[in-house]
RNA sequence: CGGGGUGUAGCGUAGCCCGGUAUCGCGCCACAUUUGGGAUGUGGAGGUCGUAGGUUCGAAUCCUGCCACCCCGACCA
């Protein structure tokens, strides 16, 4: 099956395309920047979004579902909101097609839409101009609503997982009537998301803000969630926006106070998307596949009998099969793989590939010895282990994976944070050692851009509680009173 | 959207300059021997050579258009 893979060091992009193909998780789709996510690749999304789900019910939200199109008069309505998204629109423009009268199914020039429908970006406009229809007073707020969805962003160059033109996410959208409220909101969803992706992903985060150049197109505020890849680049993660009344004054949603007055409704919105197995995938995977921490793992133990004939396999089995009841009670996704068709080490290979956290061999050896063979992705290490009170054993070593994956990541990570004070020393760190470049910034957009323009990095965030600190920027040599991250990201 | 490149079996490729219906490897199928790290042998199946047209007795090969993909830019929360 030579399913050889490109390694980190000779190039870490191909090296990124060689796993998300080879471990069975997406492919090129006929449409162009478009992938098919395959059944390996989509268990990890469901796991990710059942999850996520329950977050977002824990902290009071409900889903809901809203239109694909959007009439893209919607769209006009908010100035940056359109200027943010205008040039990466799929437009609808016709509702039917004919047939040519030579074969051909052509589209119908006489069925043009009177007014055509954007595919949408996101769903600010249409849920905005929703919520208007639903909000009169303020016993109509909060409203707490999340849709699980897919959107389309023309982009031109795409990468599976991490910038395709159609994906899958979750965007939530409330309403609240105050400002402190929905400012609250913001960065309570940027904290469930950052609890997701360490606790669950085992991928350290940096929370902050993002500057005005980097803001969603139409928020006041933008929190963001980075996290750094294993090559120095650093990926956003998720993000969460303080809209202000933006949307609700382009749509002219309103509601009466307590006070009797008529106020503009205050909004959020917050989202994250199935870029999350890209970030899954270059945070912990190594040269020899996948690597997915157990609690994101749709299988966790893969069992493997190693046998010489169907009597050796039939032993084997009838133990596994008891095996089997006892790691399911406690929790365990198991997979017993005794096809015939594979041979012990290809279905090893395969599983390393695919990124499963333990594996379990148990050969005629093992059963004489009361004995399983147990290796773990992380470390690639392999453990002769007692049959006896195997299911603990195993529900600790899977924590203790998860575990393990996470220090490793923010070992890097940390290590990967880098002060730097003057430009010169800014783009050597750059180019030399990459990962998150704490340096001094004058705060303005220009600075950002030109840094931007001359290194291809750009300001990833102001980290909440970041400690202030005078200094000049390293560019202008202006004041400064903090350090912002600065890096190359995906 | 600009500049460059590539399209040949499921995947990777040879053939193209110098025109004669296609090479090799992996994978796939059958059988046998195998099974503690990607098995081996024997036999077999699989191709509108991206697509449309042109030149020619004859096109994977030469010419033109189109499409797709890759790389570099531009663009991108």
């Known amino acids: 099956m030579s399913k050889e893979i490109t390694s980190r060091v000779t190039d870490y992009s191909q090296w990124y395309n060689d796993i998300v193909v080879k471990a069975d998780l997406a492919e090129h789709s006929a449409v162009r920047g478009c992938m098919v996510i395959k059944p ?19 902290t009071g939200h409900s889903n809901a579902y809203f239109p694909l199109f959007i009439p893209k008069s919607y769209f006009s309505k908010e100035a940056s909101h359109v200027d943010g998204f205008a040039t990466e629109c799929a437009v609808v423009t016709h509702y039917r097609l004919k047939n040519d009268g030579n074969g051909n199914i052509i589209v119908d020039e006489n069925a043009k839409l009177e007014e055509e429908l954007i595919v949408r970006p996101t769903s600010e406009t249409i849920i905005w101009n929703t919520y208007k229809g639903w909000i009169e007073s303020y016993r109509d707020l909060p409203i707490l609503v999340n ?99 933006n949307f609700a004054k382009a749509f002219d949603v309103k509601f009466t106070g307590r006070d009797g007055k008529l106020e503009h409704v205050w909004a959020t919105s917050w989202g994250v ?16 596949g996948l690597v997915i921490p157990p609690k994101l793992a749709p299988i966790q133990v893969v069992i493997v009998p190693i046998y010489k004939g169907t009597e050796e396999l039939e032993v084997i089995s009838s133990f596994v099969t008891e095996l089997i009841v006892k790691l399911k009670a406690k929790g365990i996704a198991v997979k017993y793989d ?25 050969g005629k050896r093992d059963m004489e010895n009361g004995t399983v063979e147990v290796a773990r992705r992380d470390t690639k290490t392999k453990l002769t282990v007692m049959q006896d009170g195997l299911e603990i054993y195993l529900q600790q070593l899977l924590e203790e994976i998860q575990q393990n994956l996470f220090d490793r990541a923010l070992n890097f990570r940390d290590s990967h944070i880098t002060k730097a004070d003057s430009y010169e020393q800014f783009k050597t760190l750059l180019d030399e050692k990459g990962g998150f470049i704490s340096a001094h910034w004058d705060g303005t957009p220009e600075t950002e851009q030109r840094i931007k323009e001359e290194t291809k990095a750009t300001i990833r965030c102001i980290p909440l509680d970041n400690p202030q600190e005078d200094g000049v920027c390293i560019l202008t040599g202006k004041p400064s009173v903090q350090r912002v991250l600065f890096a190359r990201a995906y």
């Open 273 to 288: 998307s199935t870029r999350l197995i890209g970030a899954l995938i270059m945070a912990h995977s190594d040269d020899s």
């Open 147 to 245: 849709q699980w969805a897919n959107v389309v962003r023309w982009e031109m160059r795409t990468r599976l997982f991490l910038r395709t033109a159609e994906f899958l996410w979750q965007e939530g959208h409330t309403a609240h009537a105050t400002k402190e409220e929905a400012i609250e909101e913001s960065e309570r969803m940027l904290h469930v998301y950052a609890d997701f992706v360490e606790n669950w992903m085992a991928v350290p985060v940096v929370r902050g803000r993002k500057s005005a150049n980097e803001r969603f197109a139409g928020a006041l505020e933008t929190y963001c969630i980075e996290a750094l890849m294993q090559d120095g680049k650093a990926l956003q993660a998720g993000t969460s926006h303080f809209l202000g009344q």
């Open 338 to 362: 005794d096809r015939d068709t594979q041979r012990p080490g290809f279905k090893f290979a395969e599983y390393e590939m695919k990124g499963v956290p333990v594996r379990i061999a148990i």
């Open 40 to 58: 390996h690749g989509y268990a990890i999304w469901e796991k990710m979004q059942s999850i996520l789900d329950r977050m977002f019910k824990d």
